[in-house]
């Protein structure tokens, strides 16, 4: 064991700290602030949910893949490090808000991006339905919805 030793200002009567004690008081300062692993599980774990919770009101399956990806890697990695679902959810986040999401129903021919339509349909806007120019998306708003769908 490691004995450190302060010096006392004679003014002022208060302890001087040389680099050594200041270095063990940074370090000790850092400790001190990292969460428990098993807290931080728990953290994960809850935010992972919210994420769940929250795609399935915003429904995009462009996004799908890594949110299932950062549950595996959560049960994987948990109790390791959580950075791996954690970079996951990071790339996840921008998909869920993209503006583009991939229609999971083939349509036929080559993939393009088609734009969404929300609302009641006019006779005009049916009719591009019909030849595939937009999609009708419904009367229900929820304002998560993308603007265009990648339809292949």
Do not use: Q
């Amino acid at each position: 064991m490691r004995i450190l030793k302060c010096k006392i200002n004679e003014k002022s009567r208060s302890p001087i700290r040389d680099d050594t004690i200041r270095g063990v008081a940074r370090l000790t300062a850092t400790y001190k602030m990292r969460l428990h692993p098993r807290i931080r599980g728990i953290v994960v774990f809850l935010v992972l949910l919210w994420a769940t919770l929250f795609w399935v009101g915003a429904f995009r399956f462009a996004s799908l893949p890594l949110l299932i990806a950062a549950w595996i890697l959560f049960f994987k990695y948990g109790r390791t490090t959580i950075r791996p679902s954690l970079i996951a959810l990071i790339i996840w986040l921008p998909l869920t808000f993209s503006p583009i999401d991939i229609l999971p129903i083939p349509k036929g021919g080559r993939p393009r991006l088609v734009p969404l339509v929300m609302g009641l349909p006019t006779r005009e806007t049916a009719e591009r339905a019909e030849r595939d120019e937009v999609i009708l998306g419904g009367c229900i708003v929820s304002g998560f919805e993308p603007k265009y769908y990648l339809v292949w």
